[in-house]
Nanobody, 115 residues
Framework: QVQLVESGGGLVQAGGSLRLSCAAS????????MAWYRQAPGKQRELVAS???????NYADSVKGRFTASRDNAKNTVFLQMNSLLPEDTAVYYC?????????WGQGTQVTVSS
């Protein structure tokens, strides 16, 4: 049974920073892309950052220069360092991964940025 477990969300003031982590566990033979999505109230889920194995990390235009995604392949973990946070970054952040050719989502972690 494969699962993704996220941590690191919380409440922060505008201009502050948070670091999210997502660890994959279970019977893992292969991990392709690991990514972060977010969903704000009343909005569709959107891609924040995608970290394909061995390729360039892609970012949504709205977070370029402020967010950095990275992977620790030895620990099957993906991170999202979020700096210069804005109130519009408030959302539930979800970890996404393709593991053993199947799609998995984390349970989501709330990030709230106060103005």
């Amino acid at each position: 049974q494969v699962q993704l477990v996220e941590s690191g969300g919380g409440l922060v003031q505008a201009g502050g920073s948070l670091r999210l982590s997502c660890a994959a566990s279970g019977s893992i033979a292969r991990i392709d892309v690991m990514a972060w999505y977010r969903q704000a109230p009343g909005k569709q889920r959107e891609l924040v950052a995608s970290v394909p194995g061995g390729s360039i990390t892609n970012y949504a235009d709205s977070v370029k220069g402020r967010f950095t995604a990275s992977r620790d392949n030895a620990k099957n973990t993906v991170f999202l360092q979020m700096n210069s946070l804005l109130p519009e970054d408030t959302a539930v952040y979800y970890c996404f991964s393709v593991i053993n050719h199947q799609i998995y989502w984390g349970q989501g972690t709330q990030v709230t940025v106060s103005s």
